[in-house]
């Protein structure tokens, strides 16, 4: 039996992955979180129904987040 996971974006948008495997899934205090194992971008989390993060993509969040420090020190250097 094949799973896949579907998250509806707009009425007429959905995004769907075929799923590997559920690797958790748990209710925390604040909510509801599942760890999926897709095909197409590798283990995804999700939360509350909605894909935070996979790892096929995280580097496009890791590196938006680390532009505004750097914007705001007065000598950023590179870092490797």
Same mark, same amino acid.
Request: proline fraction near 8%; hydrophobic fraction near 40%; glycine fraction near 2%.
């Given at each position: &039996?094949?799973?896949? $996971? +579907?998250?509806?974006?707009?009425?007429?948008?959905?995004?769907? %992955?075929? #799923?590997?495997?559920?690797?958790?899934?748990?209710?925390?205090? $604040?909510? @509801?979180? *599942?760890?999926?194992?897709?095909?197409?971008?590798? =283990? &995804?989390?999700? /939360?509350?129904?909605? #894909? &935070? +993060?996979?790892? *096929?993509?995280?580097?496009? $969040? @890791?590196?938006?987040?680390? @532009? =505004?420090? /750097?914007?705001? @020190?007065? %000598? =950023?250097?590179?870092? *490797?």
């Amino acid at each position: &039996m094949e799973l896949w $996971y +579907t998250e509806e974006q707009t009425p007429s948008l959905r995004l769907s %992955c075929k #799923v590997r495997e559920t690797l958790t899934t748990a209710q925390t205090p $604040y909510q @509801h979180l *599942a760890i999926i194992d897709t095909e197409a971008f590798g =283990p &995804m989390l999700v /939360l509350d129904g909605m #894909v &935070m +993060t996979t790892i *096929a993509d995280e580097f496009v $969040y @890791h590196e938006m987040i680390s @532009h =505004p420090a /750097l914007f705001t @020190h007065p %000598c =950023p250097r590179k870092v *490797a």
